[in-house]
């Protein structure tokens, strides 16, 4: 070896040691695991799953919150109305004399209202009948004629004001919210949108109309005379029907208010909304049915 040939060889040479390229140094990451700032892909994964299921969560319990909220602030923005005089409605009250199959019996015309402002705005059908209508005695086959007029007499001689009430049905229907219309053919209400069919009394006889057609209270009183606000709160302001339906005082009103919604049974209900039962399992599990 040359005298001023350094240790180790001369470099490049196949004695020094190497010169040439090298791979990378291996660097170790650094360990975030105990700094709370820093987002691993594990945790922002496991933190977007968190966040996607409280917005599905919220997707679906916000309108459901937000209905069960929303109707009952609905309800008290409904207030009384007067539409008309209490004759136009009590029309056909008993007794009846000589009754035959063709008098009419309590029922007037039905007919529509509208509510003093939006919010109030509705159609109703306004009727005074029969608590219920079933009592009326229907020919039997091969019956004659002057037998059935018989016992139809005697029915209706034996009715009282008592066995009729006034009721106002509110015309959207109970399934999706559609506006039915009466058939005076069938004595009923139809629903043009999916077939929901209902009796004189608005209570449910075909069709998909999970509970009956809601009712519109409604109520006598004398216009002449004043109350207090508790009072009519309380009912105090209210002529009996039967008292009124034989009344001729001319300050006697009739008045419609709150809607309300009812089962089968005619049991009253706070209002529902159109597609919500108001009894049975499935009421509970509404609106997932
Ligand atoms: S909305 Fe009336 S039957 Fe569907």
């Known amino acids: 070896m040359a005298e001023d040939e350094p240790e180790g060889g001369t470099p490049g040479t196949q004695n020094g040691p190497y010169q040439g390229p090298r791979a ?7 360990d975030h695991s105990d700094d709370p700032g ?3 892909r594990t945790r922002f994964l496991s933190n977007a799953a968190f966040a996607g299921t409280g917005i599905l969560a919220a997707a679906i319990l916000v309108p459901v919150v937000g209905f069960a ?3 009952p602030l609905k309800e008290e923005e409904f207030r009384w109305v007067d539409i008309g005089p209490a004759s136009d409605y009590l029309q056909n009250a008993p007794p009846y004399v000589d009754p035959k199959p063709s008098t009419k019996i309590g029922e007037v015309a039905s007919l529509s209202v509208s509510g003093p402002s939006s919010d109030a705005d509705r159609r109703i059908y306004v009727i005074y009948g029969l608590k219920d209508p ?8 091969g019956e004659p004629a002057a037998a059935y007029d018989a016992k139809f007499a005697k029915w209706a001689s034996a009715l009282k004001p008592e066995d009729f009430d006034l009721i106002a049905i ?3 229907c109970a399934h999706l919210g559609c506006p039915v219309a009466y058939s005076p053919g069938s004595a009923g209400y139809v629903c043009p949108c999916h077939g929901g069919a209902y009796d004189s009394r608005g209570l449910v006889i075909g069709g998909p109309p999970p509970r009956p057609l809601d009712r519109v209270d409604i109520k006598v009183v004398d216009q002449s005379k004043k109350f207090e606000p508790q009072d009519i709160e309380a009912g105090k302001d209210r002529i009996p029907l039967a008292v009124a339906a034989k009344s001729s005082n001319p300050n006697l009103r009739v008045l ?3 809607p ?3 089962d089968q049974q005619q049991q009253a209900y706070a209002l529902h909304g159109p597609g919500e039962p108001v009894s049975g399992t499935l009421s509970h599990l509404y609106p997932f049915t």
Do not use: L
């Open 134 to 141: 079933s009592t009326r005695p229907q020919p039997t086959p």
């Open 24 to 30: 990378a140094d291996f660097t170790p990451e650094p």
């Open 69 to 71: 909220v929303s109707t």
């Open 38 to 40: 820093y987002v691993t």
């Open 170 to 172: 509110w015309n959207r």
């Open 260 to 262: 309300f919604s009812i």
């Open 256 to 258: 419609v208010g709150k």
